[in-house]
């Protein structure tokens, strides 16, 4: 048995879920609405302020999607009642990030300033030398982090450039010169 699977998932108050046929699964919070599609073969019913995610048999792509669903589920109900964010550091000498009206403006040692606009329902904020990205859904604050720190990946000699702020960068020694 899926062990995340089969764990019921709370609904906190203030959350509606609501399941419609096809597995939409569309669910209302005090943060805004997520609505997605998921898999046909598993059976998703909501039992006194639970959603309990059911599989058919044991096959191994069932097993798969039993615990992939009840996550997904889960990550919908914590977005709309608490939201998520990723926290973002860049690092090195004239580096710096900072904010255009939705617009994302980063200094990165390029030739030119490299412009990211805000996708829709994720929000940037610059401090300093952090970028918080924050949303309610959990799957586009990664891929816009994600994408962020794409710009200009942390390297492993002085460990410049954009990283996760609970990422390590296993550092290297540089070249030594002869004796």
Known sequence: ??????????????????????????????????????????????????????????????????????TLIQNMVTGVSQGYEKTLE????????????KKLVLSLGYSHPVEMEDPEGLESKVDGNKIVVSGIDKEKVGQYAAEIRDKRRPEPYKGKGIKYADEVIRRKVGKTGKK
């Open 90 to 101: 860049v690092n090195g000498v004239g580096y710096k990030a900072a904010k255009q009206g």
């Open 1 to 70: 048995m899926s062990r995340i699977g089969r764990l019921p998932v709370a609904v906190p108050a203030g959350v509606e879920v609501k399941i419609a046929e096809n597995n939409v699964v569309t669910v209302k919070g005090p943060k805004g609405t997520l609505e997605k599609a998921l898999p046909v073969e598993m059976s998703i019913k909501l039992e006194d302020g639970h959603v309990v995610v059911t599989r058919p048999n044991d096959l191994k792509k069932m097993k798969s999607l039993h615990g992939l669903t009840r």
